[in-house]
């Protein structure tokens, strides 16, 4: 069963239309990189697979869930997926340890002991075990988005969706944050990634998106897409993105 | 000019009886004024409906008139009111203070708490709800402690406030710290001895407030 699957999928915000039928799906293990110019709607198709946005026509199924489908339980659906910000979006009166802890406490209703093993576990995989009783504003952003990796996978979803995890931060921390989902994807994690890390998707996607204006207008293997660019937009928008 | 010590040390144990009054009234007036301002508060972030339209005159007249006024209309207007209503209605002068105090101090704290509410980073909020986390868990476990904590230096200011504001009762006449020194001036003529004594006292009273909210502060790392 495919992963993610998107039947003429519509959404507005007032009479603008931001995702216009659009049909897509994912499998299971894909690692899927998108780009496109801003506006064109890619935090938007993040936010509407964990029903932060509401879809307005059409269907999409996480999981073979619908997120249109009144049985569907909303909370149900959001632990399929983690998510990861641009702006790391961190709980700042949480240490490390306890911004990892919330999902699995919380949503999964897991006991404290629990909890913790999970959050132990997952920062030494990001690396930071050892600032596990750090609060948000002593960590560096490269090491706050590792947290909020780290946050996500705590709720053991079966996809995880990037939006921008490095445009927040300076180029010399962007390697750590990079590293840790090149790992994700190398374990076999299905991957939903808004990028402009070009290196990025040439080693570790599996496919590419190329989002304008509401549509996908490219879906193609990233090194054929970035050697033979399809249209003389998505050069354009290479060659803005490399400058 | 002449100027007494012992008058001050006669008048002391007066005074202390009014400012006695003047604590209670302040705890009563910001402990009622807390529990209408977090829930009055939390109705405005979150906008609900039919209450935001009556909360909206509550604030407007409490901040739109002078606290004089309000305690003189609980204190004399109401039991009246209550009467064309065919209602007895008694209540002392330190009831109608603290109830007055509550009501004033809650429209403030209404804006405080609103305030604060709204200042959580809309991306925190779509992060613990893209966790899986229920609405009424977001607000415990997120927006609550976030604003909570922003809350606590406009909060303490408002209790300073509300102290010094419990002075103006005088008019309503119920004894506390003000009108304690009042009288007695009435008495001796002492006007500089008392009305210095009344100052050092309201003094020490708000400097202990401001240290225990500076506390809670520390305590807290305010976000
Ligand atoms: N909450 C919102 N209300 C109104 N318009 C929005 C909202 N969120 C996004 N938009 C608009 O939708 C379009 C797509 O936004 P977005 O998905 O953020 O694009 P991208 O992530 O590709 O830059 C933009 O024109 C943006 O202004
Ligand atoms: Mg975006």
Request: overall charge neutral; aromatic content about 8%; glycine content about 8%.
């Amino acid at each position: 069963m495919s992963m993610i699957e998107c039947r003429q999928m519509t959404k507005r915000f007032g009479d603008h239309t931001v995702l216009d039928r659009i049909d897509l799906t994912v499998d299971a293990g894909e690692v899927v990189v998108i780009v496109g110019a801003s506006g064109s709607g890619k935090s938007t198709f993040l936010r509407c697979v964990n029903m932060l946005e509401r879809i307005d026509e059409g269907d999409l199924l996480v999981d073979g869930k619908s997120v249109r489908q009144r049985s569907t339980n909303v909370r149900t659906l959001r632990l399929e997926a983690g998510m990861v910000f641009q702006q790391f979006n961190l709980f700042p009166h949480m240490t490390a340890r306890q911004n990892v802890m919330l999902g699995p406490r919380k949503a999964r209703g897991y006991s404290r002991a629990k909890a913790g093993e999970i959050a132990d576990r997952l920062l030494e995989r990001v690396g930071l075990v050892d600032r596990a009783g750090y609060f948000p504003d002593a960590l560096s952003g490269g090491q706050q988005q590792r947290v909020a990796i780290a946050r996500a996978l705590a709720i053991n979803p079966k996809l995880m969706m990037f939006d921008e995890p490095t445009s927040a931060l300076d180029p010399e921390l962007r390697g750590e944050v990079l590293e840790v989902m090149r790992g994700l994807a190398e374990e076999g994690m299905t991957m939903l990634i808004v990028t402009h890390e070009v290196h990025f998707a040439l080693e570790a996607a599996t496919r590419l998106l190329f989002m304008d204006d509401a549509h996908i207008v490219h879906d193609g293997d990233p090194r054929e897409m970035f050697e033979n660019p399809p249209s003389e937009r998505f050069r354009d928008f290479l060659r803005h993105v490399r400058e | 000019m002449n100027f007494s010590w012992d008058v001050i040390w006669a008048s002391v144990p007066q005074l202390l009886q009014g400012a006695e009054l003047t604590a209670y009234i302040t705890l009563l007036g910001i402990g009622g004024g807390m529990v209408i301002g977090t829930l009055s508060g939390l109705a405005l972030a979150f906008q609900v409906p039919l209450l935001r339209w009556v909360l909206f005159v509550y604030v407007s007249v409490i901040r739109g008139t002078p606290i004089v006024v309000q305690a003189m209309f609980i204190y004399f207007a109401v039991p009246m009111i209550a009467l064309g209503f065919g209602t007895q209605l008694t209540f002392s002068a330190f009831t109608a203070a603290s109830v007055c105090l509550a009501l004033n101090a809650g429209a403030y704290i209404t804006e405080i708490i609103r305030g604060a509410v709204l200042s959580v980073n809309r991306g925190l909020i779509d992060a613990a709800l893209a966790l899986g986390l229920s609405r009424r868990q977001v607000l415990a476990d997120v927006v609550g402690p976030i604003a909570f904590r922003r809350s606590v230096p406009p909060l303490g200011n408002q209790f300073i406030i509300s102290l010094k504001d419990s002075a103006l009762f005088i008019v309503i006449g119920v004894g506390e710290l003000a009108q304690q020194g009042d009288r007695l001036v009435a008495e001796t003529g002492r006007a500089i001895e008392v009305w210095t004594t009344v100052g050092v006292i309201y003094l020490a009273m708000t400097f202990t407030l401001a240290m225990i909210m500076k506390l809670i502060e520390k305590r807290m790392r305010i976000l």
